[in-house]
């Protein structure tokens, strides 16, 4: 079970790193393709779009052709779309390159989680997934942290392309995979996800956890190279201290297996709404803003595991419907995130966008409270 994991940790951790890295360097982007910073951030949006539409109309397929198969397509793709990255003359370029990206993403991601409940050893799922997850560890430590600083070194273009070499190798790594998660031989669209009973609250849950973090990731390599006057290896410092609390939040995702989904929920959402509420008020103590990072990493990872459980377990069945819902939400945050940030960061900085996204995750922790004991739980969820 070791090498699927590994493999889904790092096709993650690319797929993560391609999603999270213009943020620390988009003042090198920018300068290089003469375009604003709003400008360059809508390729971001960009890649969310793609994401979200991909999710919507490619994802159902795993439960057709397998999800596997699906994924290695996904990684191709991906490879493309990172290349053509590298290789962009200007912004549009980079948009229509990241929209690539994001098709291949939107594929794989619900893949990916689908095929991490079915390596899992029942009863396991939890640290299974906790596992996979963390590979959002490796693309904020390796993939962000170490392309802002590869950045400073050998520009972003050799930063995309070697992402794109990763891709390629993983599609070879991933033969292995080609027959896990066989279909389930049952139609599934978005149409027959939507009718799970469940699943409306489930995405909302997912809604305001992620519109909270990216409206406030997005602006944070702004504010450290812009408000602050850092560099940009310093700006991959954030990514790298919340890379850390995510990884190190593995430890307690056993927790999450003992506790239940319906106690735990609450809990974790109310820790990630402090954690935004502490780094509002510090927003400018760059010491401060990361040892604060390593709390957000820790909360987010938690309340990422829990979210993920909740909708999988569901409908077995519908996997990879249900989890292509799951990608579609999360991206169109992705793509609304540079807007209802921007409009914060305009008045009040990244302060404004912290305070935007503590009253969306209070909200998430309302919304918990709901949540009946006898709904699935993390215990057995690929959390």
Known sequence: ??????????????????????SPVVTAVSQALNATTAEVMRAASAYGLGVAAAALLLAPLADRIGAGRLL?????????????????????MLMAAQAVCGLAAGAALPSIYTLAMVIAPKGREARVLGLVLSGWTVSLVLGVSVSAWATDLAGWRAVYGTLASVALLLWAASASLRAAG???????????????????????????????????????GAHITQGLGLSITQAGLLPLFYGIGFGLAVLLDPLLDRLGLARA???????????????????????????????????????LNLVVARVTLLDPGQRGAIMGLFSTVTYLCVFAAPFTGAAAYA?????????????????????????KPAAPSAGGAPA
Not at 188 to 213: C, D, E, N, Q, Y
């Open 265 to 303: 929920t609450p809990p974790v959402f109310l820790a990630v709404t402090a954690s935004y509420l502490l780094m509002m008020v510090w927003a400018d103590n760059y010491g401060l803003l990361l040892g604060l990072a390593v709390l957000w990493g820790i909360g987010q990872h938690l309340a």
């Open 1 to 22: 079970m070791r090498t699927p994991i590994l493999i889904l940790m790092s096709a993650i951790g690319v797929i993560g790193a391609n999603s999270l890295l213009l």
């Open 347 to 371: 008045v009040w900085g990244l302060a404004g966008c912290l305070g935007v996204s503590a009253l969306l995750s209070a909200s998430a922790a309302l919304e918990a409270l709901g949540l």
């Open 182 to 220: 066989s279909p389930s031989g049952q139609a599934t669209s978005p149409l027959t996800a939507l009718r799970v009973p469940g699943i409306v609250r489930g995405l909302l849950s997912t809604a305001l956890m992620m519109l909270g973090f990216y409206s406030s990731y997005f602006f944070t």
């Open 72 to 92: 290695r397509a996904a990684l191709l793709l991906l490879g493309a779309g990172l290349a053509a990255s590298a290789a962009a003359a200007d912004v549009r």
